[in-house]
């Protein structure tokens, strides 16, 4: 009886192992694809990029209403998630605008982009101390460092690249990467709280659109007050 449990255990590990590097596929095959795709779509500007923004801002909020509706505060929490999805994306929108917007959008978004490959990755290779156990079991600190200095480097790489690289935009990068890694506790905490694991799962590999964008939200509202305080807005 008992070597029937344990390779009934074994036989869960093993699916459980290949069920995560089928996803972990996927995820690559779809950032891959993805990316490219944002970025030319950002570069386009105009209407194309405020299109882009509308369909994410009404799939992000569609999952959030779906995921507290039947909550008690329901309505409140609603209005919560229109500001805490809109107003970021409406930021988006005047970054774009701005004289070098093309370059500080792609810039925010590349570290993005990079604080959370690198700490997926990270946490698979190092990570063994939760960060944040009572909301994701998964995160690492190990993981969570690993995004904020591989983010910051190559968002200073990028500004190196585009002469932007100063005593007053240094700080843009290494608190775009460390806004990433806290808007994507906040939106792991928010899942933790309605008992649910993904958002969605409109996007295959990632979950839903909430959880692509979640670190993405607060880079904004970051990115924005810093390069605003700066005087580059």
């Known amino acids: 009886m008992s070597s029937e449990i344990a390779r009934s255990k074994a036989d869960t590990a093993i699916e459980k192992a290949l069920r995560r590097e089928r996803n972990l596929v996927t995820r ?10 944002v970025l030319f779509i950002v570069y386009s500007g105009g209407a194309l990029f405020s299109a882009l923004l509308a369909l994410i801002g009404v799939g992000g909020l569609l999952e959030f209403r779906k995921m507290v509706v039947r909550h008690p505060g329901a309505a409140r ?6 500001a805490y999805i809109g107003v ?13 917007g093309l370059f500080w959008t792609a810039c925010l ?10 700490a997926y990755f990270g946490g698979r290779v190092f990570g063994w101390r939760p960060l944040a156990p009572r909301i994701s079991p998964n995160k690492t600190l190990e993981g969570a460092l690993t995004g904020w200095i591989a983010g910051a480097v190559v968002g200073l ?12 935009t240094v700080l843009f990068p290494i608190l775009i990467a460390l806004a990433v890694i806290l ?4 939106e792991s905490a928010l899942k933790r709280h309605y008992a649910i694991k993904d958002a969605s799962q409109i ?26 305080a700066i005087g580059v807005g």
């Open 109 to 118: 978004l590349l570290t993005n982009w990079t604080t959370d490959t690198a």
């Open 203 to 228: 996007i295959p590999g990632h979950g839903g659109v909430l959880d692509r964008i979640d670190g993405t939200l607060f880079a904004l509202v970051i990115g924005a007050v810093y390069l605003l």
């Open 28 to 37: 690559l095959i779809v950032g891959f694809i993805g990316a490219p795709l």
């Open 183 to 186: 808007g994507d506790l906040f």
């Open 88 to 100: 970021p994306l409406c930021l988006a929108v005047w970054l774009r605008a701005l004289p070098e």
């Open 157 to 168: 790489l990028i500004l190196l690249a585009g002469s932007h690289l100063s005593a007053q």
């Open 77 to 82: 929490m609603t209005l919560f998630g229109l």
